[in-house]
Every structure is written in structure tokens, then in C-alpha cells.
């Protein structure tokens, strides 16, 4: 699995793309993985303040209901509405399908985050 | 994922290390170490699909049996199920259930007619001791031996469309032959003697076979099978696709549509009670809660609105009442729709009746809908 070096990563699988103070949300590859097929996912409206380790939403497969949490704080400014025709696409390429894009209230959080090698580490220890 | 639960072994069929093999995601299920799905499969949606479209093949051998046998075996099964067995023929089979005096499930259970003396039922796996237990004692005063042979099986159920041609590869009995809910015997990939039921819990044309329970001889019949059944796309399913298969269907599940709380009329089993064969354990119960009128029943409910209506979550009414709860939903992988399994007042049971589902505090509509979901089309 490639974990892409310019994400960071959370350990409830989560995966945030930063640039200055914006940044791109999805969840990790390893997490679709283990939802198995994803049949649902409900997201914020734009313009919802996020608060880091809260949840933002949920992701379903057939079998189980996940919470997403937020890697950081911030103002919601988009939201990939197409996943709601076509979940399906998280499990097809999880870290090309974003979730949401947020304007970061506090960029220095995102510092605390794994790695792209430290969560590939956590994921290994976790099986 | 652990491998013990409160420190109790988790129990394995003779399959268990063919479904790691396979890289089968494992899950506790009543007790039993089981494949809830593969992966390798392509996973749940890809599984549930096959069975409609092609074949698939599932482990059950964590289902039990109890084997009733010697001459009071016919009174025994009547005494203790609550459909007609007498109306059984030798190698026809029926679903029923074992209830409780007080009218409650005990388990629901298919009879198996073997012979005239000779009586099968087969029983949810996480209620297999609590079964052959009650059994044992509410045929005592009969005459006959019990026996709870659950672990001499290796039970593999291979459903869908293309089941039979896929079986009949392996086989010396004519499967044309075997009506839905009749079994044979015969050989079966070099096996003599094996029973073929024409029996499932998907909703689609399948038969469950039986064959000795050791490993070299589980592994050798799964892999023939799947051999067999490959030119269809045959592949291995699990207890995921089991699950979203009998919801389309509308079968029960145990500690879901039916329970110890739940009786026959709630649940909508009527006509596999026969109230008028002569008594048996639950009848009075059933006749007085007959009397006293449904307080609530069965109902299949499609989600209107987004969301997925899932076990245990509160149905209300459109004032926000609750007015009942969900015992089984989910996204239904070939219907592509949210469907669940409800119980309901009856004055909210009308087709098209709509009713909320509260999902994490927000009140989901949906409508009643028929049920079942799904049904299959009948041959020509």
C-alpha cells in the first residue's frame, strides 16, 4: 500500500493534505480496507467549523458504521457531494477520493500528525 | 483480532484454515470463528451479487443438529416444533420453530424427515447448547435417543442460480429431481450416503450438503466444489453476504426478527404453525396472545430518505412517537436500496405507511414496503 508522503496521517484513519493553511481530508487506504464496501458516507456543509479529534461525519459499508474525525480545526469550504452517488469510489482509490477541503484555524496542529512511514508502522502494529 | 473471547476458545469448523488461507476476514459469531467475508472474493457486495446472478459457497458448518430417532420420534418433534410434521414425507424437510410454553422462540430450526423413525433438525449455531439442552429434556418422556451430531457435519451450502449444474458435476443423484425443502442421498464427490437438501438461506436456489467432518474430506469437497462451479464464477461467501441475502429475502434471523420476547403471530411464522395438529409446547401461549391481538408486527420498511436503517436503531412515528425499533437493516447489495426489518404497531403497518428512522439523533423517513424484498424468479 502507498501511503503518499505529503499527506499527514491520523490513527483513526484519516488522511489530510495541507497547503499553507488549507488543506484536503479523505480516509486511508488501510481503512477502507477494513470497512469492505462503502455504501454511504455523510458529510458536513460548507461553512461547518470543525474542531481536530471531533467528528465530522460518518462512512458506512454494508456491515458497520465509522465516525470520521476531523486531523484538524477549521472552516469547511468544500465538500466532495459526488461520493454521495458514488461511494464506492473511497474504495477504489481512498486517497484520491477527498472527503472535504478545510481553511485551517490553527495550521500548527497538523504538526502532531504520523507520517506517511509512521502510520504504514501503526497500521502493521494494529493487525 | 483476537482469537478468545472473555478467555473462551472460539470455536472452528474443519474449514477454518482454508477460510485463512483464502485471507477471510474473520469475525466471532456466536462462539464459532467464522468468515464474515473475502477479500479475495472481491468482497461482501461481490459475494451477495454472485449468489443472485451465478453460485456461491458458505461454510455452515457452525450450524447444529440434533438427530431424533427410535419409534417416538414423529410424537417428540411434534411436541416440540410447532409445524406439522406429520405432513412430512421421508426426504422432505420444512421450516418450523421450538417455542417456549410461554410462546417465545426457543430457535427456529428446519425438520428433516429421514425416515419414519428418524427425524433431523438443524439449529442456529450461537444456540446449539441451549438447543439440544431443551430438547433433551422436553423428550424425555418420549421414546427415543437425542443426539446433538452437529460436530460429525461439515455443512457447505452452495446457492444461486447456477447451484445445481454446479452440484450435479459432483453427483450421482438426478438434482432435478429434488424439489425446494426435499433432500436425497447420494454420492457426492466419491462420498456415499451424503445428504443433498435442497434448503438455503439466501433467498435463491441452493442445496446444503453433508459430508464427514474431518479436514482432509471438508477441504477436498470445498475445493471440488469451487472447481466445479468455476465456469460460473463460483466463489467462497461469508456470513456478510449470508446476512444482506436472507434480509432480501425476509427470513428470520435469531435474536433479531425472532427471540424469547417474540412470538409466532408478532413475527409473521403463521403459516408454519399449526395450531390445529394437537398440542404442543407454546400452543396455549400462541392462543391466548391470538386472542389478546397483535400489540405489534413484522414490517419491511424502505428508506425514503438517505440513510441506513440498522439493527436496534427507533422507529417513530411522524409526531416523533417512538413506536418500535429496527431488528435488521442494511444497504441491500442487489436491490440497491436501504431496506430493514421492523416491528411496529399495527395501525403503522399499512404498505407505503411512513414511518422515521432515528439515525444518530435525525429522523429518517421510509415507507413500508412488501416484503419479501426480494424474491426469486420461479423457473419456467
Not at chain 2, 425499533?325 to 430493514?340: D, M
Amino acid at each position: 500500500m502507498a501511503y503518499p508522503k505529503d499527506f499527514k496521517y491520523t490513527k483513526e484513519h484519516e488522511w489530510i493534505q495541507v497547503t499553507g493553511n488549507t488543506a484536503t481530508v479523505g480516509i486511508t487506504s488501510h481503512a477502507q480496507e477494513s470497512l469492505g464496501d462503502i455504501v454511504f458516507i455523510e458529510l458536513p456543509k460548507v461553512g461547518a467549523q470543525l474542531a481536530a479529534g471531533k467528528s465530522f461525519g460518518t462512512v458506512e459499508s454494508v456491515k458497520a458504521v465509522s465516525e470520521l474525525y476531523a486531523p484538524a480545526s477549521g472552516k469547511v469550504t468544500a465538500v466532495n457531494d459526488a461520493l454521495n452517488q458514488t461511494p464506492e469510489d473511497v474504495n477504489k482509490d481512498a486517497h484520491a477520493a477527498w472527503m472535504i477541503k478545510l481553511e485551517l484555524s490553527n495550521p500548527a496542529e497538523t504538526s502532531g500528525l504520523l507520517s506517511a512511514d509512521d502510520y504504514e508502522k501503526y497500521v502493521a502494529e494494529e493487525k | 483480532m483476537s482469537s478468545t473471547v472473555e478467555g473462551q476458545t472460539l470455536r472452528k469448523t474443519a474449514l477454518n484454515a482454508l477460510h485463512r488461507s483464502l485471507g477471510a476476514k474473520m469475525v466471532d459469531f456466536g462462539g464459532w470463528d467464522m468468515p464474515v467475508e473475502y477479500p479475495s472474493s472481491g468482497g461482501l457486495m461481490k459475494e451477495h451479487l454472485a449468489v443472485r446472478t451465478g453460485v456461491g459457497l458458505f461454510d455452515v458448518s457452525h450450524m447444529g443438529d440434533i438427530l431424533l430417532r427410535g419409534p417416538g420420534a414423529l410424537e417428540a418433534t411434534q411436541w416440540i416444533s410447532m409445524n406439522d410434521a406429520s405432513k412430512l414425507q421421508e426426504g422432505q424437510a420444512h421450516y418450523s420453530a421450538l417455542l417456549y410454553p410461554e410462546g417465545g422462540f426457543v430457535d427456529d430450526v428446519i425438520v428433516h424427515k429421514l425416515g419414519n423413525n428418524d427425524y433431523l433438525l438443524v439449529i442456529n449455531a450461537g444456540t446449539r447448547e441451549k438447543d439440544y439442552g431443551w430438547v433433551k429434556k422436553n423428550v424425555s418422556r418420549f421414546h427415543l435417543h437425542a443426539d446433538d451430531v452437529g460436530d460429525y457435519y461439515t455443512q457447505i451450502a452452495i446457492q444461486g442460480p447456477q447451484a445445481e449444474a454446479t452440484l450435479q458435476k459432483l453427483t450421482n443423484v438426478d438434482l432435478s429431481q429434488i424439489k425446494n425443502y426435499w433432500f436425497k442421498h447420494g454420492t457426492v464427490c466419491g462420498l456415499p450416503n451424503t445428504m443433498i437438501a435442497r434448503t438455503g438461506y439466501t433467498a435463491e436456489d441452493g442445496f446444503e450438503i453433508y459430508v464427514p467432518s474431518d479436514v482432509a474430506t471438508s477441504e477436498r469437497v470445498w475445493n471440488e466444489v469451487m472447481a466445479a462451479g468455476k465456469e460460473f464464477g463460483a466463489i467462497p461467501c461469508g456470513l456478510g453476504a449470508r446476512n444482506t441475502l436472507r434480509l432480501e429475502g425476509r427470513m428470520a434471523l435469531y435474536g433479531h426478527e425472532i427471540s424469547d420476547t417474540i412470538n409466532v403471530w408478532e413475527a409473521g411464522l403463521d403459516r408454519f404453525c399449526k395450531m390445529d395438529k394437537g398440542d404442543f409446547l407454546g400452543r396455549a401461549a400462541l392462543e391466548k396472545a391470538k386472542a389478546a391481538g397483535l400489540t405489534r408486527t413484522l414490517v419491511g420498511l424502505e428508506a425514503v430518505d438517505r440513510g441506513i436503517p440498522r439493527d436496534g436503531y427507533k422507529v417513530c412515528d411522524a409526531a416523533g412517537a417512538e413506536i418500535g425499533y429496527v431488528t435488521s437493516g442494511s444497504y441491500a447489495p442487489f436491490l440497491k436500496k436501504n431496506i430493514a426489518l421492523a416491528y411496529v404497531p399495527p395501525a403503522h403497518a399499512a404498505l407505503d405507511h411512513e414511518v422515521f428512522v432515528e439515525i444518530r439523533g435525525q429522523k429518517v423517513k421510509c415507507k413500508v414496503a412488501p416484503t419479501p424484498f426480494y424474491k426469486r424468479a420461479k423457473k419456467a
